[in-house]
C-alpha cells in the first residue's frame, strides 16, 4: 500500500514538471519529506555508457569539484554501475569501515561525511541516472528504513527521468548548437588547462552560470573521469556522453588522451560537439521505451527502407512491419513516417 502511494505522488510529480532539472528538484523535496539529508549529487546519464552529465548538485566541497568527480568514477565501492540493488549506503556496504571507500577516505572524510545513500534509476532500456545523498555533521547514519523508501521510489523515478529525457525530442523548431568547434583540455587530474573561444558559449548552455562567473564544465570532467576509470581497469564503457543542450538540441561530449611524445602523463581533451543522427535517433529509441525490434525497424527506415524490404530484411510480413510502426507511433506521439523520422533524427 505504502509503495503505491509513494509511486502515485512521483507520478503526479512527472506529469507537473517534465524538464529534467525541475524535476529533479521536484523530486529532491518530496525525498527530504522522507529521508533527511545535508547535501546531493543528482546526475542524469548517457543509458548506454552510463556517464553522467547534466547534474543537480548543493555539496560543501564545490571548489574540489574535479577531484570529486574524479575519485566518484575512481570509487569501487557503491560505484552506479556496479550496484546490484537500487539502493546501496556506505556504511552499512563497508561493515561500518567507511575507509574503504576511495572517495570518502581522499575527499569526503574531510567535510565531516558521516554516511552516503546511493541510488541508481535503472531499468531495461538503460541507466539513466545516480543519486548520492550525504549526511554531514554529527547525525546518525541512514537506516534500513530510509533505503526502503529510497528503494521504493527507485522504479517510479526511474520512468519519470525517462519520460522527460523523451520529451526533450519534441521542440518544434528546435534551437542551434552553438558554432565552432568546442575542446576542453583537462589534466590528468581534471583541472582545466586550455579551451578554445567557443568553449563557453556551450558550457554556459549546458550549466547555466551567472554572466560575471566562468561555467562548470562539469560534463568534461565528467567524461574525463570516465576515461581514467577506464584505463585503471575500474569500469569498462567508453568515455562518451549524449547531453540535452535545451530545445531538443542533443551535444555528444567525449574524452581522449593527447598522445605525448615523452614518459610524462598526457592531458585529457575533451570535445563537444554536435550529436550524430545516427546516436540521436539510437537514445530516441531508448528513451521511448522503444523494443529492439521497434528500434530495428526506425534504424532501417531512418537508412530510407520501405516496408517490403523492411519485412524482407526482419523476415517478417509487411503486415507485421505495419503493426510495429503502430506501436511505434504510439510510443513516441507521431502519426506519420516522416514526423517519426524528423524527432528522431533532429531534422
Given at each position: 500500500?505504502?509503495?503505491?502511494?509513494?509511486?502515485?505522488?512521483?507520478?503526479r510529480l512527472a506529469?507537473?514538471?517534465?524538464?529534467?532539472?525541475?524535476?529533479?528538484?521536484?523530486?529532491?523535496?518530496?525525498?527530504?519529506?522522507?529521508?533527511?539529508?545535508?547535501?546531493?549529487?543528482?546526475?542524469?546519464?548517457?543509458?548506454?555508457?552510463?556517464?553522467?552529465?547534466?547534474?543537480?548538485?548543493?555539496?560543501?566541497?564545490?571548489?574540489?569539484?574535479?577531484?570529486?568527480?574524479?575519485?566518484?568514477?575512481?570509487?569501487?565501492?557503491?560505484?552506479?554501475?556496479?550496484?546490484?540493488?537500487?539502493?546501496?549506503?556506505?556504511?552499512?556496504?563497508?561493515?561500518?569501515?567507511?575507509?574503504?571507500?576511495?572517495?570518502?577516505?581522499?575527499?569526503?572524510?574531510?567535510?565531516?561525511?558521516?554516511?552516503?545513500?546511493?541510488?541508481?534509476?535503472r531499468d531495461r532500456?538503460?541507466?539513466?541516472?545516480?543519486?548520492?545523498?550525504?549526511?554531514?555533521?554529527?547525525?546518525?547514519?541512514?537506516?534500513?528504513?530510509?533505503?526502503?523508501?529510497?528503494?521504493?521510489?527507485?522504479?517510479?523515478?526511474?520512468?519519470?527521468?525517462?519520460?522527460?529525457?523523451?520529451?526533450?525530442?519534441?521542440?518544434?523548431?528546435?534551437?542551434?548548437?552553438?558554432?565552432?568547434?568546442?575542446?576542453?583540455?583537462?589534466?590528468?587530474?581534471?583541472?582545466?588547462?586550455?579551451?578554445?573561444?567557443?568553449?563557453?558559449?556551450?558550457?554556459?548552455?549546458?550549466?547555466p552560470a551567472a554572466?560575471?562567473?566562468?561555467?562548470?564544465?562539469?560534463?568534461?570532467?565528467?567524461?574525463?573521469?570516465?576515461?581514467?576509470?577506464?584505463?585503471?581497469?575500474?569500469?569498462?564503457?567508453?568515455?562518451?556522453?549524449?547531453?540535452?543542450?535545451?530545445?531538443?538540441?542533443?551535444?555528444?561530449?567525449?574524452?581522449?588522451?593527447?598522445?605525448?611524445?615523452?614518459?610524462?602523463?598526457?592531458?585529457?581533451?575533451?570535445?563537444?560537439?554536435?550529436?550524430?543522427?545516427?546516436?540521436?535517433?539510437?537514445?530516441?529509441?531508448?528513451?521511448?521505451?522503444?523494443?529492439?525490434?521497434?528500434?530495428?525497424?526506425?534504424?532501417?527506415?531512418?537508412?530510407?527502407?520501405?516496408?517490403?524490404?523492411?519485412?524482407?530484411?526482419?523476415?517478417?510480413?509487411?503486415?507485421?512491419?505495419?503493426?510495429?510502426?503502430?506501436?511505434?507511433?504510439?510510443?513516441?506521439?507521431?502519426?506519420?513516417?516522416?514526423?517519426?523520422?524528423?524527432?528522431?533524427?533532429?531534422?
Amino acid at each position: 500500500m505504502r509503495e503505491a502511494r509513494v509511486a502515485g505522488r512521483i507520478e503526479r510529480l512527472a506529469r507537473q514538471f517534465s524538464d529534467g532539472r525541475t524535476l529533479r528538484r521536484a523530486l529532491l523535496e518530496e525525498i527530504g519529506r522522507n529521508v533527511s539529508f545535508d547535501a546531493y549529487a543528482w546526475l542524469l546519464c548517457d543509458p548506454e555508457t552510463e556517464v553522467g552529465c547534466d547534474p543537480v548538485a548543493d555539496v560543501p566541497c564545490l571548489a574540489e569539484l574535479p577531484k570529486l568527480i574524479r575519485l566518484k568514477y575512481a570509487t569501487e565501492t557503491n560505484r552506479w554501475t556496479r550496484m546490484r540493488t537500487p539502493v546501496a549506503r556506505l556504511l552499512a556496504t563497508t561493515g561500518g569501515n567507511p575507509e574503504q571507500s576511495l572517495v570518502w577516505r581522499e575527499l569526503l572524510a574531510g567535510y565531516d561525511v558521516v554516511d552516503v545513500a546511493s541510488v541508481v534509476f535503472r531499468d531495461r532500456f538503460g541507466c539513466w541516472s545516480f543519486l548520492d545523498l550525504w549526511r554531514v555533521g554529527s547525525v546518525a547514519p541512514f537506516s534500513e528504513q530510509d533505503a526502503e523508501y529510497l528503494g521504493a521510489i527507485a522504479a517510479p523515478v526511474t520512468a519519470a527521468l525517462r519520460h522527460a529525457q523523451a520529451e526533450t525530442f519534441h521542440f518544434p523548431g528546435a534551437a542551434r548548437a552553438p558554432e565552432g568547434p568546442a575542446v576542453l583540455m583537462l589534466s590528468p587530474d581534471l583541472r582545466v588547462r586550455a579551451q578554445t573561444p567557443e568553449t563557453d558559449a556551450y558550457l554556459r548552455a549546458l550549466v547555466p552560470a551567472a554572466a560575471d562567473r566562468q561555467p562548470i564544465p562539469a560534463g568534461a570532467y565528467n567524461v574525463g573521469a570516465q576515461l581514467l576509470a577506464a584505463e585503471q581497469g575500474i569500469d569498462s564503457h567508453p568515455p562518451r556522453a549524449r547531453v540535452h543542450l535545451g530545445r531538443g538540441v542533443w551535444l555528444t561530449l567525449r574524452a581522449a588522451r593527447i598522445v605525448a611524445g615523452d614518459n610524462t602523463d598526457p592531458d585529457i581533451a575533451v570535445t563537444i560537439e554536435p550529436i550524430s543522427a545516427v546516436e540521436r535517433t539510437g537514445l530516441f529509441t531508448l528513451a521511448h521505451g522503444l523494443t529492439k525490434r521497434e528500434a530495428e525497424v526506425v534504424a532501417a527506415c531512418a537508412g530510407g527502407t520501405d516496408t517490403r524490404s523492411l519485412a524482407n530484411e526482419l523476415f517478417v510480413s509487411e503486415n507485421t512491419i505495419q503493426d510495429h510502426f503502430k506501436s511505434i507511433f504510439a510510443k513516441t506521439g507521431t502519426r506519420t513516417r516522416g514526423e517519426l523520422l524528423a524527432i528522431a533524427r533532429g531534422r
